[in-house]
């Protein structure tokens, strides 16, 4: 089973909402990410987590937090954002360490702010 | 830094062979990855090939490594409708495994 879920599928909120997007892989992967993808664009790595630990932190505005409670889940909380948060945001696993590198996406949520 | 090129477009006839192609600038890439993506889709793992191969073969699809070049090409035998869609080719390296660094991605229009 080589399947990354992403919850929701589609989220509009406004610009003083708070809400939270979830990943969850049962693959046993010790490593999860979090990307966004504008439009006709490749995807833009945010954050990445390795043994549940915050190993990288491209530079995202402080609007979104990453969470990742155990080494299945993986939450984005989102808060006070912009128009121009609009995007595509994608989870993805990897096995980490000596497992390989080989990084397996979800679905993606469909966020709208506005 | 890393770089990688892509073509923005290849339109092929139904059942001829497509090729799509890649050239990467980190001479340290250690993994090479091809991903698919559906309109409205998550990427899908495709095939990844490591530096020290220079050919895969996986059922309709062959991925050729020219590590010298730093190029990288997917071929697609007996192309189908269903494998419309934008491919994006990437790559990591041993030093920072962790960040993968995608091309623009080339979209691929099967005509019927």
């Known amino acids: 089973d080589t399947e990354v879920t992403q919850t929701p599928k589609h989220l509009v909120m406004g610009m003083t909402n708070k809400k939270s997007l979830k990943c969850e892989q049962h693959?046993?992967?010790?490593?999860m990410y979090w990307y966004k993808q504008k439009a006709k664009k490749p995807p833009e790595l945010m954050f990445v987590y390795s043994y549940e630990k915050l190993s990288i932190n491209e530079s995202v505005p402080s609007r979104f937090s990453p969470e990742c409670p155990n080494s299945s889940l993986l939450n984005l909380h989102l808060h006070a954002l912009q128009p121009e948060d609009s995007a595509l945001y994608l989870c993805?696993?990897?096995?980490?360490?000596?497992?390989?590198?080989?990084?397996?996406f979800g679905p993606g949520t469909r966020l709208t702010v506005t | 830094g890393e770089d990688v090129e892509q073509s923005l477009f290849l339109s092929v006839r139904e059942g001829d062979s497509s090729v799509i192609n890649c050239t990467y600038t980190d001479s340290s890439s250690t993994y090479l990855y091809w991903y698919k993506q559906e309109p409205g889709a998550g990427l899908q793992l495709l095939t990844y090939i490591f530096s020290n191969m220079d050919m895969k073969q996986d059922q309709r699809l062959t991925v050729l490594l020219n590590k010298k070049d730093k190029h990288l090409s997917l071929r697609i035998a007996d192309t189908q409708t269903g494998d419309s869609a934008i491919y994006f080719c990437?790559?990591?390296?041993?030093?920072?495994?962790?960040?993968?660094?995608f091309g623009i991605g080339t979209k691929l229009q099967v005509i019927p």
């Open positions: 990437a790559e990591s390296n041993s030093g920072g495994y962790q960040k993968v660094t």
């Open positions: 693959m046993g992967h010790r490593a």
């Open positions: 993805a696993s990897s096995p980490g360490g000596t497992g390989g590198y080989e990084q397996y």
